[in-house]
């Protein structure tokens, strides 16, 4: 693919993928720092609401500062008037390749990731902000451990008001009922995906199987989730718990927000790290005859 030269002061030097936008490998000409530049394509451009939802995010997400949220540090339009956000240049992999490879570790390593994630949800939550399509795809794990969430183009903002009643929006595995059904959005919306993702990070699965699309609302409407997977990938069961919770088909019935969720993984990393004591019974020696 051939390379736009620049964009203002970056100087694109690689295309790294894309699908609506386009990403780019480049350099900021003025202090000499690696990004990335996200530019919505021509064909994005001519859909109206994939551009607000473009611009959206990257006002949105600009406005976040947090160790385990992508950084946004500028956003424009180029000469041919089409919209593009510059972010911090990620190195490591997406959640999802890392699972699919097994890169994230044992079960400590993977209480990390998660806790990460959670610490991440939190704070994005105390800004009034709903993310609805957290997944691998959306989450970054860069060499040295370090957990970035990103990808707020379908995130809800308190007054944003983007969404049309009983629209569905999200990705179907990691889809809460009410988003299913196409009911008033929430942070539980966050909290059910996050717990299909922990699923996901202890056993290598999915939940639900599914063909279609269909076959995968049915499951997340009717059936109760299976987690004798966790306990064959060797899952605390404190984890299979919490699983559980963040999945209940109510809203009501899970955490209600994600500083409970923080704290129950730290709890259990607690357990995980204390010594085990080990009591041994032995018989009593026998007493010599007097």
Do not use: W
Request: proline share 5%; hydrophobic share 40%.
């Amino acid at each position: 693919m051939e390379l736009p030269a620049r964009i203002g002061k970056y100087e694109l030097q690689e295309f790294l993928g894309g699908g609506m936008s386009h990403v780019y490998r480049a350099v900021d000409t003025v202090i000499g720092r690696t990004v990335a530049v996200k530019i919505l394509t021509e064909a994005g451009c001519e859909d109206a609401e994939a551009k607000a939802r473009f611009l959206a995010e990257a006002r949105m997400a600009g406005n976040i500062s947090h160790d385990n949220v992508l950084s946004i540090y500028d956003f424009g339009e180029d000469e041919r008037g089409r919209p593009f956000m510059v972010m911090e240049f990620l190195r490591g992999e997406d959640l999802r390749h890392a699972i699919r490879d097994q890169h994230t570790g044992g079960v400590r390593e993977k209480l990390n990731i998660a806790l990460q994630v959670a610490r991440a949800l939190e704070y994005v939550h105390s800004q009034r902000i709903v993310h609805r399509d957290i997944k691998p795809e959306n989450i970054h794990v860069t060499g040295a451990g370090l957990v970035k969430l990103m990808d707020f183009g379908i995130a809800k903002t308190e007054g944003l008001g983007m969404t049309r009643a009983g629209y569905v929006l999200g990705t179907p595995y990691y889809m809460s009922p009410e988003q299913v059904t196409g009911q008033a959005v929430t942070e539980q919306v966050d909290v059910y995906a996050f717990g299909v993702l922990l699923f996901e990070l202890f056993t290598g699965t999915k939940p639900i199987n599914g063909d279609t699309v269909e076959r995968i609302f049915y499951s997340i409407l009717n059936e109760p989730l299976n987690l004798e997977p966790l306990r064959e990938a060797g899952a605390p069961e404190a984890i299979s718990k919490l699983v559980a919770h963040c999945t209940a088909k109510s809203p009501a019935e899970r955490p209600q927000g994600f500083a409970q969720v923080c704290t129950e993984l730290e709890r259990i990393g607690v357990e995980l790290d204390a010594p085990t004591l080990q009591i041994v019974f032995r018989k009593p020696e026998p007493q010599a005859a007097s």
